[in-house]
């Protein structure tokens, strides 16, 4: 996918400005308004000084080159030059370059709070946008590099990338200060300078591709940490977690491996470029003073000012080669940022009305890409009807679901709720009226309240309605029982529950919600059968006050539905009441021949 990152200076610039507009241009306003004065303030005063200092021959002021205006400045304001004067204008400037300092480093406090939280927070928001089918789409270590590691490395390179508009504002003032002091010398090592960016420049460039790469890696990485934590039991119980850390190795090392490549040329540059600099000031200065005849106070000038510029191209190398390592990060963000805009979902502003009569389906197609899985399938829900879709593994009972709970859009027919299509309202007010349980209950890791209100604030009325629910599906002497009664913490992933109180604690949480459609998407299959017969129970008490979808394998929990849909091959090849399909459709009789039930 095409990210919307441009590798150049301005391409970085329009990245970081799009999170933090106007305020980054100030910074850097500030930034410069500083850098000259520190350039300007300390080169003005060394020749003043040095002419203020000197009864010599200089005393004319003739080694200032071209920074004689100075002298003329302050004639033409009718300030004697003298020490006083000099030094206290230094005085004047420094406290002034101080303020401006604190300012600036607040600012940039600001700025860097600012830009993560925004960052941050755009991430959430796009997340939460995202449809569910860009979800399958993006790759869940992916995002979660992005989220956690790379939007720090964001924060650094914004910082970096801060820092060398700064060196490279003081660059410049310096550079133009000894050219005024003498041109000819300033040019030699302007000459000399761009000769050895050219040697750093393809460091610089190795920097960027192994930044890049890393990123790349992380989402690797986190992929299988994801796989490995989500796993765990599974592979502790196999003894397979060993030859799963194989793979973890391998993307630990490659990714350590890049890093070194990046800190040796880190050690290359940081020890090579002040000899090439002192060796071509040397070599200019031979030239300079062998062959040119200039003379030596006006180089010596001219020298101080390069040195010091010098150590702004250093420090503006140096960041820029921080910000090339951290550029992977604004890369990874930036893709993710570029696929989540892709499978955004587009959002109607009016809320669709509440559910109050039936659900439609109208001759539905549904692909995944070129595999066709839905083939006109029509169907109709009654408000509170208990409705089941069986069928083979693969016929498509989930795809169907799915497009039920228009978490993907139909290919082609329509999902109609009382007569309206979903799509034409906001989607998010359709989805609070449904309530899913899956297979795997959803535990949060908090208390058995939060659990189940969605960390409702705890007023007399949700606590109320928290019991009410709770006893609906008979949990309240569990619950009573438990240590901190409602405010039993429940562990990572309900660890400390049983699968049927997990399951329960999962209704509960729909019912709380106060939901009109409640998909059950094989919601005991994973428990035992006693257990199951408990669950079950709960469940059936919800007929008939619920509109219920069930996807079930096992036709013992489907026996009391309203409505029975069979799946066949993306298709309903049969549908009615328990007995009825028994009878009118074989494929029924054997399926619940199989699990010995007629
Ligand atoms: N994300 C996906 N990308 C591509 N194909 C998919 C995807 N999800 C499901 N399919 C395919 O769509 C078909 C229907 O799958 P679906 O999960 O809806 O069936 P199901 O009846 O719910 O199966 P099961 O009972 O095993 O859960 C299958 O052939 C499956 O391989």
Redesign the pocket.
């Known amino acids: 996918m095409k990210s919307g990152l441009k590798h150049t200076p301005l391409g970085y610039f329009s990245f970081f400005y799009k999170s933090m507009g106007n305020k980054l241009v100030f910074n850097i306003l500030l930034a410069t308004t500083l850098g000259l004065l520190d350039g300007v303030g300390l080169a003005l005063f060394i020749p003043l000084l040095q002419f203020v200092n000197d009864s010599s021959g200089i005393a004319t002021g003739e080694s200032m080159g071209g920074l004689r205006f100075i002298l003329n400045g302050f004639e033409n304001l009718g300030v004697p030059v003298n020490l006083f004067s000099v030094l206290s204008l230094m005085v004047i400037i420094f406290s002034a370059k101080g303020a401006l300092n604190y300012w600036l480093s607040m600012e940039q406090v600001d700025l860097r709070q600012k830009y993560m939280v925004k960052l941050r927070l755009g991430q959430i928001k796009q997340l939460g946008q995202l449809s569910y089918r860009g979800f399958?789409t993006l790759d869940a270590g992916k995002i979660q590099n992005a989220i956690t590691a790379e939007v720090g490395k964001n924060l650094q390179a914004m910082i970096q990338f801060l820092a060398a508009t700064k060196a490279s504002i003081v660059l410049v003032a310096y550079v133009v200060l000894a050219f005024l002091a003498n041109w000819q010398f300033a040019l030699f090592i302007m000459l000399g300078g761009f000769l050895s960016s050219f040697i750093y420049r393809r460091i610089i460039e190795s920097v960027k591709t192994s930044s890049i790469e890393i990123s790349r890696r992380g989402n690797l990485f986190n992929n299988f940490v994801i796989q490995c934590i989500h796993h765990f039991k599974y592979l502790k119980a196999t003894n397979h977690f060993k030859l799963y850390a194989v793979k973890l190795q391998d993307v630990i090392n490659e990714v350590e491996k890049l890093n070194r490549k990046i800190g040796k040329n880190q050690a290359i540059t940081a020890s090579t470029r002040e000899p090439i600099i002192i060796f071509i000031v040397a070599i200019v200065i031979l030239v300079q003073t062998n062959y040119l005849g200039a003379s030596l106070g006006s180089i010596l000038l001219s020298l101080l000012l390069f040195y010091r510029a010098l150590n702004g191209l250093v420090l503006l190398q140096n960041t820029w080669q921080s910000f090339m390592q951290n550029v992977g990060g604004l890369q990874a963000v930036s893709d993710l940022s570029t696929s989540m805009q892709q499978f955004q979902e587009q959002e109607a502003a009016t809320p669709i009305p509440k559910f109050r009569s039936q659900i439609t389906l109208r001759e539905l197609y549904f692909a995944?890409?070129e595999?066709l899985?839905l083939k006109g399938v029509d169907l109709n829900i009654q408000r509170n009807e208990t409705i089941a879709l069986v069928?083979e593994?693969?016929?498509?009972?989930?795809?169907?679901v799915n497009i039920i709970c228009a978490l993907m859009a139909p290919t082609k027919g329509q999902l109609l709720v009382d007569g309206h299509s979903p799509y034409a309202y906001n989607i998010d007010s359709y989805r609070a009226q449904i309530g899913y349980i899956t297979q795997e209950p959803i535990i949060f890791n908090d208390s058995v309240f939060n659990n189940v209100t969605f960390w409702a604030p705890p007023t007399t009325e949700n606590v109320a309605r928290f019991w009410e629910v709770i006893e609906k599906v008979a949990l309240k002497d569990t619950v009573n029982n438990m240590g901190q009664k409602e405010d039993t913490l429940l562990g990572d992933n309900g660890m400390l529950i049983s699968g049927g109180q997990k399951q329960r604690i999962s209704i509960a949480r729909e019912l709380y919600k106060d939901v009109e459609l409640l998909i059950m998407d094989e919601a005991t299959s994973a428990l035992d059968s006693e257990t199951e017969g408990f669950v079950q129970e709960s469940i059936n008490q919800l007929k008939g006050a619920y509109t219920i979808i069930i996807?079930a394998?096992r036709l013992s929990t489907i026996k009391h539905a309203d409505r029975i849909y069979l799946?066949e091959d993306g298709k309903i090849s049969g549908q009615g009441r328990f007995e009825e399909l028994i009878k009118n459709s074989s494929r029924f009789y054997r399926m619940a021949s199989l699990q010995n039930i007629h």
């Open positions: 399958l995944y890409g595999k899985v069928g593994s693969g016929s498509g009972k989930s795809t169907l996807i394998h799946l």
